[in-house]
């Protein structure tokens, strides 16, 4: 099976034969200073992302540990948290 292709605002997107979009396809559309490294730091550090993160890993990850994230999920949206 090969990979599909959505377009997004004029963006093209891919996603794999699993339906996993490729997120730093998603952060073509910044323009400017900010990089898809920028992007993708910057939406990774949002509380809500890890949030989502957190409830996707504790339902699919059978190895996850909740204990460590606990300490991610708490530095969230902190400056310091890399």
């Known amino acids: 099976m090969s990979n599909k292709i959505i377009k997004v605002q004029d963006i093209s997107i891919n996603i794999n034969e699993k339906d996993y979009i490729c997120i730093?396809?998603?952060?073509?559309?910044?323009?400017?200073?900010s990089t898809s490294d920028d992007v993708i730091r910057n939406w990774l550090r949002n509380r809500i992302?890890?949030?989502f993160l957190g409830t996707w890993e504790s339902i699919y990850n059978p190895n996850f540990?909740?204990?460590?994230?606990?300490?991610?999920?708490?530095?969230a949206g902190l400056h310091?948290?890399?």
């Open 49 to 51: 992302t890890l949030e």
């Open 65 to 75: 540990n909740s204990v460590e994230f606990d300490g991610f999920r708490s530095e």
């Open 24 to 33: 730093s396809d998603c952060t073509k559309f910044k323009e400017g200073k």
């Open 80 to 82: 310091t948290l890399r």
